[in-house]
């Protein structure tokens, strides 16, 4: 199977599973900077799944009133801004928001490329599952993703 077969044949699994929210950076001088939601999508690692798109996982946060606190790191306080906007786009405080994602190019992994995290290895469609690590096959990723998020 390609990966195009490969990423279908998940979306129908994954039919009545959880989605997580896809939200997109917004700036405006009225409303501010924000992170709007652009839509919904299965989380599987470092991939992410619509009906429609298979996307690279990018940041990953929780939308949250950042409160008052004191930051002992520059980036505890960056974090708690991101939260925040996500907030203030629209999201519910705790939902999960992924932002920064990219679409990956099915078509180039199925005529033996590679886009974003996916490539085709030796004829075989794979990921690649962490920076440090290497490929594995992309079918037995698929499977083993979906059973971690049915639980």
């Keep these: 199977m390609n990966a195009s077969a490969l990423v279908a044949a998940a979306v129908e699994?994954?039919?009545?599973?959880?989605k997580e929210g896809l939200g997109e950076e917004r700036d405006s001088r009225w409303r501010g900077r924000r992170i709007v939601r652009v839509g919904e999508a299965w989380h599987l690692g470092v991939l992410?799944?619509?009906?429609?798109?298979?996307l690279a996982t990018g940041e990953v946060l929780r939308a949250a009133d950042p409160g008052r606190r004191g930051y002992t790191a520059e980036s505890a306080r960056e974090r708690a801004v991101r939260?925040?906007?996500?907030l203030r786009g629209g999201f519910d405080e705790g939902e999960?928001?992924?932002v920064g994602w990219s679409v990956i190019d099915l078509a180039a992994v199925d005529a033996g490329g590679s886009s974003g995290p996916l490539a085709t290895i030796d004829g075989v469609p794979s990921v690649r599952w962490s920076?440090?690590?290497?490929?594995?096959?992309?079918?037995s990723y698929l499977r083993e993703r979906i059973?971690?998020?049915?639980?």
């Excluded at 992410?48 to 298979?54: C, G, K, Q, S």
């Excluded at 920076?131 to 079918?139: N, Q, S, T």
């Excluded at 059973?147 to 639980?151: D, F, S, V």
């Design 96 to 98: 999960v928001v992924h």
């Design 13 to 18: 699994r994954l039919a009545d599973a959880p």
């Design 83 to 86: 939260r925040q906007e996500a």
């Design 131 to 139: 920076a440090a690590g290497g490929f594995m096959p992309l079918e």
């Design 48 to 54: 992410l799944l619509t009906d429609t798109h298979a």
């Design 147 to 151: 059973e971690l998020l049915r639980g």
